[in-house]
Structures are given as C-alpha cells and as structure tokens.
C-alpha cells in the first residue's frame, strides 16, 4: 500500500477589519435619544436610555407625566414622537470672515547657533574694558567643522525653541516697523508676514553676505553666484524678493517666565529670512480658475496664522502642532466631574483638556476653523501642594514609577530594561544646592551691590528639560551608555579632573590630578552625600564646557512634558466617562466654551484682525438628515444597538469563517501565552467559526502544545517561518501521528483542474506521505473516486468510504461524514449525526460495488505543497505593543508569506475575564479568514424599502460590484492601494511622489486594471481635502468612468455612464453634531 492514514494542510483567507463595533462605553446614551430620555425618565436609571420613549418608571420627556406617551409611575411608557426626518444642527465649525485684498508674504526661516563676536587686538588677544571686561563688536555664526551649527528640523525637542526664537524676532519686528507688522509661525520651516518685511534687497549686499559665509543662502551645499541661490533660488537677480538676518538671545531650556529661568544661561542665534512667495488669499478663494495647489497653499497659510495665536497661549508638543492644551491651573475647572480626581490625589499625571484647531475652505471659497476637544495623559512637574515630583520616590519606593525592592543594593538585572525605558521616557528637570559660599567669595560678592537673596540663588544648580542622552565622549560604542548602575563604584564609571592652572603660578606646587567617582565629587565639590549611592545615574548629554554631564537619579526630577504608554485600563475608562459626560449637544458646547476661553480669545481676536480674518465665535448651524436606523442581525437574533455599539456576548456569527489550521508564535517570555490561547480558541467556537476538523475540546491543549513555537522579536522572520513549518508538520505531515492514531484526516482546501485549463478551489481531506521528505499529498476531493484500486488482478477507480457500526448494524459513511470528538467517532447517516464505532477503510467502485480488502491502492490525486491552501492564520502573542514589532509581522505576514495573522499583546490583562477581550479578537479573526468560498461575515445588514425589509447593503448586491478603497502615505511618499472584492483582500503598492493627489498616469493605469473586475464600482477614497477635491473630480474619477464607459460599452454595446460622488467625513470624532428640533 503505497498511502495509509490522515495527513496536514490549513485553508484560510486575508486580510480583514481591525475592530469591530462591539466596544461600549459605560453609562453611554445616545445623542438624539438623550434628549427623550435624561433625567425626565428615559435615558439614566428612570427610563429606557433608548429610543425615543419611556422607561420602566414613567414616560420619557415627551410622556407629560403621564399624558399622551406614558402613564404615571407606570411600568413603561410608549414609544415617543415619530422620528423627525430633518433637523437643525450644531456643528464644531466657526466661520472665518477674509478681508477683501488679504495678501501673505511667505518667507523660509533658517535659525543657527551664534556668538557674540569679541574684539582683538593685533595679537588676537581679547580687548577688555575700564571694568576688565571684553569688549564685543557684534555677532558670528557658531560654526562645527567649519559649517554653521543650524537647528534641526526633526527633532521635536527643538520646536519649542524655534517658537520661542522666533517670538523673540516678532518683538523685533514690532520695534523696527511698527506695531501692525506681524508675523504667524508655528516652528516649522516657513514664516508669513502680513506685510512685506523690508530689508537689504540690493544684489550687491546680498553677495556681500554670501561672500561672508562662505557659501549660498541656502547653507554649505549652496555655491552662491550664477550656480546658486543667486540664479536658481528666491534670491534672483534682478529680483524683488527680500532677504534679511536677525541675531536674538534666548533661555534655550525655558521661557523667560520659568521660575528657574535666572539660573539658565541666555544663548544667542541667528535667524536668517528668505522671501519665497506672495500669496493673493483673497483673489485664490474667490476665483474658480484657482488651482489646487493655490488652495492648499492658502489653507496651509491660514492654518499656521491661526496656530500662532494658540501657541502662544496654551501648551504644544511637536513640529507642526494640532493639539493645544490648556495650563495646568485651567484643568479642574475644564476637566468635568468624570476626571477632577485627578487634580485632587497625589499623582504625577493628569489628563489635559485642549483644543485642536484646523482650517477648512469650501468649494465656494468660504473659510471655516474645526474645532475639537482633546484630551491627553500628560506628567506633571508638581504636586498639587506644590512640591517638585521627584524621580526617585522614596515614599512609593519607586524610580520613575518602576518599583525597587531595595535602595541600598543595586538595581537586579531583571529590572533594569523596564526602569531604562521608564526613565527614557520622561523629560527631567536637575536641581541641587551647592555648599555655602566661602566668607572670601561672599564678601566679593557684596562689595559688587548684590543682594543677599540673589547670592542665595548664586548656590542653585539647574539643568532645564533634559532627556537620557548616550555619553558619545566613549570611543568605544559598547561603553557610549545613557545609564549607569551606580553612582559610587569606580569599576562602574570614574574620571580624573584636572586642578586649575592660573597664569604665572608655580607649576610645582599645583596639585595633582584626583579620581572621582560621581558619589565623591558631589560630595567633595558640593557638599552633597548622595542618600542612594547604589542607584542608578543617567547622562543628560553636554552640560557647561561641553562635557558629558552625569547625575544621579536622586538629583532629578519631573518635568512638564508628554506621557508614554496611556493605554491602562483606568485611563481608557476615564476617558470614555469624560466623552459619556460631554457626548451629543454637550461636546458642541463644550468646544464653545473652550473657543471662547478669554485668554484665548483676548489675544486671537487681536492677531486675526492684523492677519486680516474675523472669526464667528458662535457654533454654525446646519439643515441634516435623520437616516434610518441599521438593522444588524447575527444569526440567532437581532442586535441590540446603543449608540453606534452592541454586544458581541454570547451571539452567534451570521456567517463564520473556517480556521482549518493554525501557527502560533510566543514571543514572551510567559508560558501562560500559550494556555491563554485555549481562550481564544473557545471564544471562536462560541461564535460559530469552525476550528480545524475532526480536532475537538479535548484534543485542543495537545494541537496547540505541538504546533506553539518560540519566537524572537530580533528574528520576526525566522521566527514566523519556523512556526508555519511547525503548523505544516502537525496538519499536513502528522509528524504527532495524531490523524493516524485515530484513523481520521486533516480538511482543507486544494486547487483542482476543472476542465482542461480551470482551477477551482475545492474542499479536500489531506492524505500525508509516507515519507517526510516526499512533500507530496494524496487528496480525497468531496465527490468522485479518490484511488486507483487493485483486486482480483484489475485495477479500478474507487471511492475511499469508511465501514462504521451503528448499535449493530453496518453503514457504510464518506470520510467527509465522520467526525472524531473527545474520543468519540459520529457520523452523518441519514441527515442526522448519530454516534458511531470505527470500523475499517473501504472502497466503493463506480458500479457501487463494495471492496472489503485489496491488493494495492494508490490516490488519483498527488499534488506538492503550492497546491493546498497555506496555514489559515497564525497568531504571535508579543510582549510589548511597540510598533517595530506589530510592523515587522505584518509585512512578513501579507508581503512574504501571504498567511493572514493575529497579533495578540495585552493578554495578561484579561485572564480572569477573557471573554470581551477573545471575542473582540474573534470578530478580526472571522474578518481576516472571510474569502470568496466562505463569505464570512460576523452580522447581516438589513434596510427597508417602502415597508419591506431587504436583506444585505443597498446598491451593493443589485449587481456585481467592486469596491475599491485607496488613499496616500505621507509619511513613506507613496500611495497604498488596498483592493477589496467579494470580500477577499489584497493589495497593490505604486511609487508615488508626495502629494496629496495621485498621478493622471498612475490613475489612468490603476482604473485601466482594476475597472474591468466588477460591473459597478464604489470608491472610497481617503484624505481627500477640500482643496483637492476638484482635481479628484476631475482626474481620478473621470479615469475610472472613462474605462467603466469603454469595458461596458464591450458587454453591453450600450451604455450610458452614469456618476454619483458622494462626499462622506468618516471621522465622526472630529465632526460634532448636536440637534435640537423644528
């Protein structure tokens, strides 16, 4: 016998949903419902929280007490008024009124580091005053390898100060050419004037200060001269265009107004302005020649313009910023009952309310701000009794909130990753008192008229807002370190300081040269003794003489600044309560109330006016639609809709998927990944979606312990390829003899030939090889003979068929009707699934004759692996959600393997209660595995037409229709383009240059290949602004009708095109809409 017994193979699908609608937030009622229930009767523990009516204690609002829709302290009212089909809207947008001539000067904005210049003598020696002081003759470039040192771009610690630089500028500004000039920035590269900045314009002065640097206005790369910037750049000749240099001094770590701020060293720098364009506002918005990029370019303006005046109010992170937040003494009175506790406890985070802002222009020109509230988990730098947050905390008996068991022994290894990273994450504040002055230096002191208070302050040492930087000082990069794991063993970190040399002074009685460990500087130096030698200290990068700075934890403290990791479940909860408070017209007024914040107001109002814009601080309001409500029905029962969300408990899928097989990945160190797993497996049964065949509950721990595999997450790809191996041997290959023991077969799908040239794919029991390395199957179809079977010294095709016993009586059963359970064999005899005993393999002839025994038999169809369907899924439990990780597994998962996975992270959370959590997971699991042979679906989707209910979406299922969705990538200058169809997903990826539109030609190509797949087609197209949507209209949908036009006009020979756009903001949480009745 050349095959015996059962064998692998997985099916599966592709890509699916994230998320399913079955989140719902506590004590949440609906926005319009709210209004018929409230505290009347509906809506809260009086009433129905729901549509429209009464509850159990009364009517609802419209009940009048027992009048026309409910009774007196009955046991429920009726249903209310009749859903109204219009209503009047408010929406979170402000009208902007423009001034007619309104014209922008845009300039470019370099900033460098710079130095006072000091004045020399002959010899190059400094020249010094009356008072021993030098003498400073203006200002230079500070300049690294003989390049000027300019700030970078990137990195967000640097946008706060280019804002306050350039705030420092606008005050010169001001000075030079009066109160009304002004210019808008929000810490980017580009600057706007409300009038043109005059300053040196003629070419000959601008070559001058090209000759001076160096090199073209532009920085080292710019030759200048006919080959630079005075040829190909702004700075033309023969232009008009301005250039102009400012030299500002600033507190690079803090604002003037910090309390620390007269401890912190003012550093000057240079800021260089080039003009780049004049922008029409006025003409561009009311010209319908205005092209798309002039629209965005005045969007982009008007946004910055209306930033500035947030920046300079309230709080911002980041380049380019879009959330604003309130200061710290503003939050409990905006914050709402749902998060005051956290302005009263001892914590050192809070969530900040804000405001985001964004401009929007209407085709008709018109201008409007978007409002919306934000709120963010942001750390504090004080208690509320006004004491710094240290962070070592010896109260808590914590370091940055990570527990320590002991402060006198060092950190334990298996401690000091999570602390580093917790310490990473913070931004710090360094503070300590030096010893008292010396009676020599006090005296010196005083006789210069300085006040005692201020020679206190003489003893303060600060490091404004620093991070956990590497000591690059080390050649050797296995020593370039940003933490150190004490502060007083000289094996851990060391040093040797050089005792001043003054001028003239006996060489030989200078002292020499002392080893320090960090604990005994401070000590020797400071007067300092460190109460935790033991623990650990960070760098905080270059300090003062450009020396890499070291300090111990103890000496640092909390800085105001973002929070990492704001996903813990008390915080989600608060913040969904704080969404429940200020849900329907509440969240409308709520963005008023924050828009009309007077000390925002005060100060925009002002700037608006000088930028030639005055805004409605009134809400618009608007004429909408009600639309009927969806009916989502699961296979069991209707759903019970609240807001937008239901309940996935307990409900059964309309349509379940198949997992035939299954890989899984650990990639934590914890065990309990793999036990955690049997929850997830059962929460799939719950809902219908079938697990691999003929493997039951009893079986389930023995499958995954034989198929779970270790992962590592430097090794996502080896890791991922190992586990699907692992998965192949146990389904396809039975390396566990599990399908042979119990004479039983693996199901999946394989690819059959349907014809001469036709591949379909088909449901398929695997028979596996008798050898491992033979990598080939015998596959049992689910009709047709199977095997070519010898007897009686013939050969015949037969149908492999299994002899079974029923009480005592013979059936004969096809494989694909017996199924193996806990230890129990059942088959499907007669329609009805009846408990079986096992008893041989048989073959069924085509004349239907029965063969108990034969000679050989061998399958018809051997097929190699590239014809059964891949491994369904495999599943990695990670140890962490950092993006790195969850990015790498995608892109092996759809790119290199085309097997579809499940990321599984925060397990660990739900293990006592599992289920929402597994169910939430099997929703994604049905989506990812759903394909053309399945159509999986978790609900049904009904609408009525005239009174009638129809199942499934309308339009959708008149004909065959493709439904195409397609946006850009920004952040990688390329557009992706997933394409979905009958619900089986793929995707295509085309190089593209950054725009916020696609190429004619990319678009021509895409509706060239895909248009010819569906009859009908539905587009969603993602980040189309209002700026862009005319050369959407235009180009993108005009390739797509032009090429539905031609392949029907082949099908049909008459057709008429037809095109119906549809303009949808799908995110809801920026579009508020309260209602109020007409």
Not at 457 to 485: A, G, P, Y
Not at 685 to 710: M, T, W, Y
Not at 889 to 912: D, L, M, N, R
């Amino acid at each position: 016998m050349s095959y015996y017994g059962g064998g692998g193979g997985g099916g599966g699908g592709d890509r699916g949903g994230y998320d399913g609608g079955s989140r719902k937030r506590p004590g949440e009622h609906g926005h319009y419902d709210d209004r018929r229930g409230g505290d009347r009767g509906g809506g809260g523990d009086r009433g129905g929280g729901g549509r429209y009516g009464g509850g159990d204690r009364g009517g609802g609002r419209f009940s009048g007490g027992g009048g026309r829709f409910g009774g007196r302290g009955g046991r429920g009212g009726g249903r209310g008024p009749p859903r109204p089909q219009e209503l009047q809207v408010r929406a979170n947008y402000f009208r902007c009124d423009i001034r007619d001539d309104l014209k922008y000067y845009q300039y470019t904005v370099q900033i460098c580091d710079a130095r006072r210049k000091k004045e020399v003598d002959k010899d190059g020696n400094a020249v010094l005053d009356e008072n021993g002081r030098k003498i400073f003759t203006g200002f230079e470039v500070s300049k690294f390898n003989g390049n000027a040192r300019a700030l970078v771009d990137e990195k967000e610690g640097l946008q706060t100060l280019r804002r306050r630089i350039l705030g420092k500028m606008r005050v010169k500004l001001q000075k030079d050419l009066g109160r009304d000039a002004d210019i808008a920035y929000d810490g980017g590269v580009n600057v706007y004037g409300n009038q043109k900045l005059v300053f040196d314009t003629s070419e000959k002065e601008i070559q001058e200060k090209v000759a001076e640097e160096g090199h073209g206005i532009y920085g080292p790369t710019d030759p200048g001269g006919e080959q630079g910037s005075s040829s190909t750049n702004p700075l033309a000749k023969n232009t008009t265009r301005t250039y102009g240099k400012f030299f500002v001094v600033v507190k690079p770590t803090c604002d003037e107004e910090d309390e620390d701020s007269d401890r912190i060293k003012n550093k000057w720098f240079q800021v260089l302005l080039v003009e780049t364009a004049v922008i029409e506002v006025s003409k561009i918005l009311s010209s319908p020649r205005s092209s798309t990029a002039d629209f965005e370019t005045v969007r982009q303006c008007l946004d910055v313009v209306n930033k500035t005046t947030l920046t300079k109010t309230l709080t911002c992170f980041g380049k380019s910023p879009r959330q604003f937040y309130f200061p710290e003494r503003d939050q409990q009175g905006l914050c709402g009952r749902s998060l005051n506790h956290y302005w009263r406890g001892k914590s050192n985070n809070a969530p900040f309310i804000g405001l985001t802002e964004n401009t929007r222009i209407c085709s008709n020109g018109k201008v409007f701000t978007m409002s919306d509230v934000c709120l963010k988990y942001l750390l504090k730098d004080k208690y509320p009794n006004n004491e710094p947050i240290p962070v070592l905390d010896p109260d808590n008996r914590t370091i940055a909130g990570v527990r320590v068991r002991d402060f006198n022994s060092p950190i334990p290894l298996d401690d000091r990753e999570k602390m580093e990273l917790a310490i990473k994450g913070l931004t710090m504040k360094v503070e300590y008192l030096k010893k008292p002055h010396s009676a020599d230096l006090l005296k010196r002191l005083r006789a210069k008229g300085i006040s005692e208070q201020r020679i206190e302050s003489f003893r303060k040492e600060v490091r404004k807002n620093v991070t956990m930087k590497k000591d690059f000082s080390k050649e050797d990069k296995e020593l370039q370190v940003r933490i150190k794991w004490g502060a007083d063993d000289p094996a851990i970190h060391s040093f040797t300081s050089e005792p001043r040399r003054r001028e003239g002074e006996d060489q030989e009685n200078v002292p020499p040269p002392v080893t320090y460990t960090v604990y005994s500087y401070f000590q020797e130096k400071y007067g300092i003794r460190l109460k935790y030698p033991k623990m650990p200290m960070i760098c905080t990068g270059k300090g003062r003489g450009r020396v890499y700075e070291w300090f111990p934890v103890e000496l640092l403290f909390q800085s105001f600044g973002k929070m990492r990791n704001t996903n813990e479940t008390q915080q989600v909860q608060d913040v969904l309560k704080f969404y429940d408070e200020f849900s329907g017209i509440n969240i409308v007024r709520k963005v008023e109330e924050l828009t009309n914040n007077p000390q925002i107001q005060e100060h925009q109002k002002s700037f608006l006016r000088l930028f030639g814009i005055i805004k409605n601080y009134s809400a618009v309001t608007l004429k909408a639609k009600v639309l009927e409500e969806p009916c989502i029905q699961f296979k069991e029962r209707p759903s019970l809709i609240n807001d937008g969300s239901w309940n996935l408990r307990d409900v059964k899928f309309d349509s379940p998927a198949t997992m035939a097989s299954f890989a899984l990945i650990n990639f934590t160190n914890r065990s309990n990944a793999v036990r955690f797993f049997s929850n997830v497996l059962n929460s799939c049964r719950k809902h219908g979606i079938q697990l691999p065949f003929n493997i039951g509950r009893r079986d389930e721990s023995l499958v995954v312990n034989e198929v779970a595999c270790s992962g590592d997450v430097y090794h996502i790809k080896d890791s991922f390829r190992n586990a699907v191996e692992k998965a192949k041997e146990f389904f396809w290959y039975d390396g566990s003899g599990f399908y042979k023991k119990n004479n039983i077969w693996h199901k999946t799908r394989a690819l059959k030939l349907i014809g001469e040239t036709k591949w379909e794919w088909e449901e398929a029991l695997l028979i596996p090889p008798p050898q491992r390395s033979m990598s080939q199957f015998g596959i049992i179809f689910s009709y047709g003979p199977t095997h070519n079977v010898e007897h009686n010294g013939t050969t015949s095709l037969a149908r492999l068929q299994v002899g079974v016993l029923v009480g005592n009586k013979k059936e004969i059963v096809d494989p694909f009707n017996l199924f193996f359970d806990e230890g129990r064999y059942e088959a499907m005899i007669s329609g009805t699934k009846q408990e079986v005993e096992y008893g041989c393999v048989l073959f069924q002839l085509e004349n239907q004759t029965i063969l108990e025994s034969v000679e050989d038999y061998k399958p018809i169809n051997i097929v190699g692996e590239n014809l059964i369907h891949p491994i369904s899924m495999v599943f990695a439990f990670l140890p962490d959600d950092k993006k790195q990780h969850y990015d790498e597994i995608k892109k092996f998962s759809h790119s290199t393997f085309g097997i579809p996975s499940q990321c599984i992270v925060k397990f660990p959370k739900f293990e006592s209660k599992p289920d929402q959590y597994c169910s939430n997971i099997a929703l994604k699991i049905n989506t990812k595995l759903s394909n053309m042979s399945n159509n999986a679906r978790a609900w049904e989707t009904s609408y009525k037409v005239a009174g009638s209910e129809m199942k499934g979406i309308p339009w959708l299922s008149e004909v065959p229709t493709l439904v195409l969705g397609f946006s850009i990538s920004h952040g990688l200058s390329s557009y992706m383009l997933p394409l979905m169809q009958c619900m089986q997903f793929a995707q295509s990826v085309s190089v593209h240059s950054k725009s916020d539109v696609i190429s004619n030609e990319i678009m021509e190509d895409m509706a060239d290949t895909l248009v010819m797949l569906g009859i009908r087609v539905l587009v969603y197209r993602d980040g189309v602004s209002v700026g862009d949507f005319k050369h959407v209209l235009e180009h993108e949908c005009g390739a797509i009708m032009e090429d539905m036009a031609e392949t029907l006009l082949q099908l049909f020979k008459s057709y008429r095109n037809i095109l119906k756009i549809f303009c949808v903001d799908k995110k809801i949480s920026n579009l508020y809409l309260s209602f109020t009745t007409t």
